[in-house]
């Protein structure tokens, strides 16, 4: 059950970001970016994927209960009494809409209909939030800033994605990157002030560090270190790509799209971990429920004194040199035509080698 969470979690952020990233791009006149063919099942699967693929963990707190209750009185009680299994019931009706107003329209034909799309998806972008662990902490605090957080993934992840995979061709590439830059910025500050603030409802302040001894704090550490590489690809895939077509109109960018869009499904894989894992609220007694995490016990044993110093010593430098002469050979890669996969390897052994620096700190 827990690789399936994980996978429907990953998919669930997918869903929603091949969603809204299709209603922006067709909304966006043809002039400044490249031509689509976005087949309309995929858009019909990423609905039915929101509604299916946001019903796995009310999924889990049914199968949890139905020994007790009986599948009779768990499934109405759940869907009707539990805030989770409510949500999900708008979450389900509102994605029925959204499929049935799919099936008839072409988005290319008018942007009006891309618009209304879109704002059916911000809907169900904020149920989701209204369903999610920060707003189970501090309602409307916790749902704004999950929805604000994942509007904002969503909609970088959703139109790089969509653009690298369903573009006919490169033309307007260039036209596309001088609006598309810039909203690709403004989306990751967003994401990265409101991660911190969901941070804060899962970590008390100054207990980042502390909450490595746990699994949730391993998971949160590596998906932190994987964003290193993903700025990578996506400053190769803006200024650099920009400049190589000023030197080479031929020039194909769409591989190196596809490239970081993989990149970030793998970051969705490790979002999706960390929603398995329990928040540690409170780390001492986090670790007397739920022990410390095995990752961390294989560097460091059972036993480990609060609160955690950080010293570098030479091997953890050494760690560190080679994580960023990792990051330098993406960028060899690129201007090399080095194959995609040297790339993607490069970048994942970033993420091992600043992690191992991290851990031989401790």
């Known amino acids: 059950m827990v690789v399936i969470s994980i996978l429907s979690e990953a998919l669930l952020y997918l869903s929603f970001s091949l969603l809204l990233g299709s209603f922006i791009l067709y909304l966006v006149p043809k002039k400044v970016r490249p031509d689509l063919k976005i087949p309309k099942p995929i858009l019909l699967t990423a609905t039915l994927g929101v509604a299916f693929l946001s ?11 139905y020994k ?6 768990t499934i109405p009680s759940v869907l009707f009494q539990f805030e989770v299994g409510k949500s999900w019931v708008r979450i389900g009706i509102v994605s029925v809409l959204l499929f ?7 988005l290319d034909r008018k942007p009006i209909f ?4 879109l ?3 911000m809907i169900l972008i904020g ?4 369903a999610s662990h920060a707003s189970s902490l501090s309602k409307w605090e916790g749902s704004l800033t999950h929805s604000t957080h994942l509007l904002a993934v969503c909609t970088w992840v959703g139109i790089l994605a969509v ?6 061709n490169s033309t307007n590439w260039e036209k596309f990157l001088k609006w598309f830059t810039p909203l690709a910025i403004i989306c990751f500050v967003i994401v990265a002030f409101t991660g911190f603030h969901l941070m804060s409802f899962m970590i008390r302040e100054g207990d980042y560090v502390n909450s490595w001894s746990l699994s949730f704090g391993q998971t949160l550490l590596i998906k932190h270190l994987a964003i290193v590489p993903l700025l990578v690809f996506a400053f190769i895939n803006s200024i650099l790509t920009r400049n190589r077509f000023k030197k080479d109109p031929g020039f194909n960018p769409l591989p190196w799209a596809r490239l970081e869009s993989v990149f970030i499904l793998l970051i969705f894989a490790i979002t999706g971990t960390l929603g398995q894992q329990a928040p540690p609220h409170n780390i001492e007694t986090t670790i007397k429920e739920e022990g410390i995490s095995p990752l961390f016990q294989y560097f460091h044993g059972g036993e480990m004194d609060f609160p955690i110093q950080l010293t570098p010593s030479l091997p953890s430098y050494a760690l560190f040199f080679c994580a960023i002469i990792c990051l330098l050979f993406i960028f060899f890669s690129y201007i090399k035509k080095a194959p995609k996969f040297l790339a993607f390897t490069m970048g994942i052994l970033s993420i091992i080698a600043s992690y191992l620096a991290l851990m031989s700190s401790i």
Request: hydrophobic fraction near 60%; charged fraction near 10%; aromatic fraction near 18%.
């Open 55 to 65: 019903f796995v963990p009310v999924l889990k707190i049914i199968l949890y209960l």
């Open 68 to 73: 007790d209750l009986g599948w009779g009185s």
């Open 100 to 106: 049935i107003y799919l099936i008839p329209v072409k």
């Open 114 to 117: 891309a618009l209304q799309g």
């Open 119 to 121: 704002l059916i998806t």
């Open 127 to 130: 149920l989701t939030g209204w």
């Open 163 to 168: 653009v690298s995979w369903f573009a006919k």
